[in-house]
């Protein structure tokens, strides 16, 4: 009778062994099937970092990530400086803190000062009296002009200044005579160097600093290798 029980105990401490080893392999099989992707797990890790950093972007998302960041290069004309010389010695300055750099010169139209004067007149009796009225009215610098196309009218002054001139124009039109104006241009040789840069590298007016009274510089198409420079004529105005 003793070893009947006996018997019967161990059969169900058996079954009672393989139900638990069921339950186990169960469990990891469910565990196993909740586990996230190693990929969503590591993300998931970096969430605290990655909220932090909310709306900036790492260097190391961007396209093509370890290029150089001032790889672009963009192209500049500046100038005009008064001679080849000023020229010459601007690209010294420059040369070694550019990408390229080279001068070039073209002849060029410009404006020397500003003659104010009255259209002519129908005879020289007219335009005498006409000037004498502005002398009496505290005008200087009035006399009447001969010529074949400006016989008879009167010049009321040459200006260097715009400004000055347009000052004139208004103390005529105070007097009662309507002037004009006629800018004098003569032509003259401008001296002007194209350097190119890379992107965030110091302009050519920084690097040639102060003491460069109407020297400008304005942006203009990089050539492609084996292009030709554009005429003088074809480039942008200032």
């Known amino acids: 009778m003793g070893d009947w029980r006996r018997l019967a105990g161990d059969r169900q401490l058996q079954r009672m062994m393989v139900l638990a080893l069921l339950l186990l392999n169960l469990l990891l099989v469910v565990l196993k099937a909740l586990r996230p992707p190693p990929e969503v797990e590591a993300a998931s890790r970096g969430g605290g970092q990655r909220a932090e950093l909310a709306g900036i972007v790492l260097l190391e998302e961007l396209p093509g990530a370890g290029a150089d960041a001032t790889a672009g290069v963009h192209c500049f004309t500046l100038g005009p400086f008064t001679d080849a010389a000023m020229r010459d ?12 750099v080279q001068g070039w010169a073209a002849e060029a139209e410009v404006t020397r000062g500003y003659w104010v004067y009255i259209p002519p007149f129908h005879s020289l009796e007219a335009a005498r009296a006409a ?27 040459f200006f ?49 600093g102060e003491g460069h009274a109407g020297i400008a510089q304005r942006p203009v198409t990089c050539l492609e290798p084996g292009e030709q420079a554009a005429e003088p004529a074809d480039r942008p105005e200032p």
């Open 131 to 157: 000037a004498a009225e502005m002398r009496a009215a505290g005008l200087a610098d009035i006399n009447v002009a001969s010529g074949d196309e400006w016989n008879l009218s009167i010049s009321a002054g």
């Open 160 to 208: 260097g200044n715009r400004m000055n001139a347009l000052n004139r124009m208004d103390q005529l039109a105070a007097a009662g005579f309507q002037a004009r104006l006629r800018p004098q241009l003569t032509s003259e040789m401008q001296y002007w160097l194209d350097y190119a840069q890379h992107t965030g590298g110091p302009s050519a007016p920084y690097l040639l």
């Open 89 to 100: 010695a601007a690209m010294a300055t420059v040369r070694e803190a550019v990408q390229s």
